[in-house]
């Protein structure tokens, strides 16, 4: 339906300036209402003034109140604390409707006491109403993550069942955020895979597991790394392989070196000393310096791709301690070798 047209009368615009206009259109309250919030913009309101009765004092005529549908003997038509004209004017609510919005809240108590706005169910886009955030969550209708844990008010209600009000709803000394988009574990307890390691302790807070003698893994899956030495034991490292008077592993030592580095990697309280061995072909210094540089290759394969240095130590060992016959090449190649020392 068309608003109603009016012939040539007095107006006052929301700047307080009088208007003379020919044949406007006076929308009711409800009409207004809904044609400003489709445009999502108060724009500019035009009140009728005749020069009239004001009978409640509100600063709308009686004329103009009938224009709107307001009761021109109430200036709280809708008796939500504010006054017909300033609802009109100032906050552009529906001066017929308390709750211009259906939030749950007054438009007084949207703009007197929580701040929040009363043209729009959710102030704060969490996914909740105001009026529920206020009487029934308890959360911040201003504020879509409440907790500040990374999840907002809608998400933890209606979606994990998390505390909107607790950062970290399980207590486990994870926020539910983290536990939800990185760990992938559960927000609501402490030990997800249950294995009696809280998740904020668990290294693998979805896997069962236990604090094992091989890592630094607590609550990991019990597993033996692809190269493990006890301490204060030392161990060939079978597959790193060195041609006649080279210090770089052959290619083929690749898969041995990163079986070594996994093994760091996955246990960071372990350190090795490495020690270079040469064969005893040439004369004794220079194969003690060759061993030494073949411990060293070793030792920057490891730090280069993020091992401390700090848990690696690189020895050269010469040719004294030989595991088999010089006398054969066969021989030869298995002194020329790499062995690890556990120290720690």
Known sequence: MLPKKVPLKLLLDSTGLFLILFNLRVFSPQQDFNRRSEEGSPGRMLVLLESGKDRD???????????????????????????????????HTNPLQTDSDNDG????EELMRFLTSPRQDDTDQDGLPDGAEVFSYHTNPLKADTDNDGLTDGEELTVYHTQPLIADSDSDGVSD???????????????TDGDGIADGLDKCPTEAGAGNSYAGAEGCPDFRPQIWVEVDQVIVLVGVNFLAGAAQPTPQS?????????????????????????????????????????????FEYLAERGIATSRLRATGLGENNPIASDDTPQGRAQNRRIELHRLH
Request: proline residues 3%; hydrophobic residues 30%.
């Open 177 to 191: 955020g983290v536990e939800v988009l990185r760990l992938v574990s559960n927000p609501n307890s402490a030990d």
């Open 105 to 108: 809240l007054s438009d007084f």
């Open 57 to 91: 004092g509100d600063g709308l005529s009686d004329q103009a109140e009938k224009q709107y549908g307001t009761n021109p003997k109430s200036p709280d038509t809708d008796q939500d604390g504010l006054v017909d004209t300033d609802e009109v004017l100032i906050y």
């Open 254 to 298: 690749q898969e041995a070196l990163d079986k070594v580095y996994n093994t760091l990697r996955q246990n960071e309280g372990v350190a090795f000393e490495i020690q270079g061995h040469a064969d005893g072909a040439g004369d004794e210094a220079s194969n003690l310096r060759l061993s030494q540089r073949r411990a060293e290759a070793v």
